[in-house]
């Protein structure tokens, strides 16, 4: 936990975007709603998806929280967590994907512990199967190694007793899963007493391993929950099937810039700059020209 993270003037900036654009329902270029399985509707938005949700959806650099500007763009590498990443992912990591949660007593959902040592992400885990690579942690020789770091930037106070982000402490450093009964809790009364259940104040941030067995309580708060997801891997590590195109979101530092690079096993080196060069100038190539054609065929 870092406390203060954010300033009360991000929070309020971040919180004032989020009333107009997403819970005012109105255009933002990256909002859509997540059916639960119960059919409630809860919010959601930013780059971590792994399917099309829109028809003019990229196929290479998906819709993001850095395209809202000002204050998000700031948490690609905000100064008062850049040394905690520094530190367990080693120097030249990358943003893999971002998204804002937002969670209340209409869009509560189950708790499914997910990840979980060395099994992360495995054949079984309940969030979605996959080989259970990208979720590793080890400490070797002095250094930390992870597959993949969040940062979970709490925009509302999240109080004792009213749910949010949880997590089995230690469970990062397991060589066998979860038992299965500990993974899914309807209630907050039946969450095994594993669970760590995590309260934060708007502005704190919350940095695990998604090698830690961790998922949300169902939220029985008075007011909405509202986290925003800022997710890095190291450079050769890659999460999401779409990566970011750093032309689309106007001025950023050289650091910055090189934080939304794609995954490469060398990290940063010339080959690697040049060849992605050459695929933004294509893609705003492919852009512009498909300008022209939607332009003729209105003036058809």
Not at 105 to 118: E, N, P, S, W
Not at 161 to 171: L, Q
Request: glycine residues 10%; hydrophobic residues 30%.
């Amino acid at each position: 936990m870092v406390k203060n993270a954010l300033t009360s003037d991000e929070v309020a900036s971040m919180n004032a975007f989020v009333d107009e654009h997403v819970t005012g329902r109105k255009e933002s270029g990256t909002y859509h709603p997540r059916q639960t399985s119960d059919n409630k509707v809860g919010s959601f938005a930013g780059s971590d998806r792994t399917r099309f949700t829109d028809g003019d959806d990229r196929a290479w650099s998906s819709a993001s929280l850095l395209s809202w500007g000002g204050p998000f763009i700031d948490l690609i590498d905000h100064p008062s967590i850049a040394p905690y990443l520094e530190e367990v992912l080693q120097p030249g990591y990358r943003l893999d994907h971002d998204y804002l949660k937002i969670d209340n007593k209409v869009a509560d959902r189950l708790l499914y512990l997910h990840g979980g040592g060395q099994g992360a992400g495995g054949p079984t885990d309940l969030v979605g199967p996959t080989d259970g690579g990208q979720c590793y942690y080890r400490y070797n020789n002095g250094k930390f190694y992870s597959g993949l770091i969040a940062v979970a930037y709490e925009l509302r106070d999240v109080q004792e007793g009213d749910g949010g982000f949880a997590c089995v402490p230690g469970s990062h450093k397991a060589n066998i899963e979860l038992p299965q009964n500990w993974k899914k809790s309807e209630t907050q009364d039946e969450i095994p007493e594993v669970v760590d259940r995590v309260s934060a104040n708007a502005g704190d941030a919350i940095i695990f391993t998604e090698a830690c067995a961790h998922g949300t309580i169902p939220w029985q708060g008075d007011r909405e929950r509202r986290t925003l997801f800022y997710k890095y891997t190291p450079h050769a590590v890659a999460w999401s099937p779409c990566y970011y195109n750093a032309d689309h979101y106007g001025d950023l530092t050289d650091r910055q810039r090189n934080m939304l690079m794609p995954p490469s096993a060398y990290g940063a080196n010339t080959t690697r700059d040049e060849i992605w060069k050459r695929a933004q100038e294509e893609q705003a190539e492919l852009l512009r020209l498909r300008e022209e054609v939607e332009a003729l065929r209105a003036s058809a």
